[in-house]
Nanobody, 114 residues
């Protein structure tokens, strides 16, 4: 499995961005995909996850502002980010886990200016 993340950029506070993560290869139906982020000088942290069955989980800091979703083929994952804040600035990574597989995509930079 390979992951390709895209959609990052520079946006003003209060704005929106949508990140995409395209998965290719042998995708197991039972899996969890998620978005994580790492700000300069900080540890990587969970943003949101979505399971193959559709259940979702969000960090408290993004609840009500971010929405994670997947397409019907379950090969592309999205993160709709609204009401962005300067503290959302980070490199965002997508992740795929299924059984013994734990795959990370390359990061995409999100910068929110005040």
């Amino acid at each position: 499995v390979q992951l390709q993340a895209s959609g990052g950029g520079l946006v003003q506070a209060g704005g929106s961005l949508r990140l995409s993560c395209a998965a290719s290869g042998s995708i197991f139906s039972i899996n969890v995909m998620g978005w994580y982020r790492q700000a300069p000088g900080k540890q990587r942290e969970l943003v949101a996850t979505i399971a193959g069955g559709g259940s979702t989980n969000y960090a408290n800091s993004v609840k009500g502002r971010f929405t994670i979703s997947r397409d019907n083929a379950k090969t592309t994952m999205y993160l709709q980010m609204n009401s962005l804040k300067p503290e959302d600035t980070a490199v965002y990574y997508c992740r795929y886990t299924a059984g013994m597989y734990d795959i990370w995509g390359q990061g995409t930079q999100v910068t929110v200016s005040s």
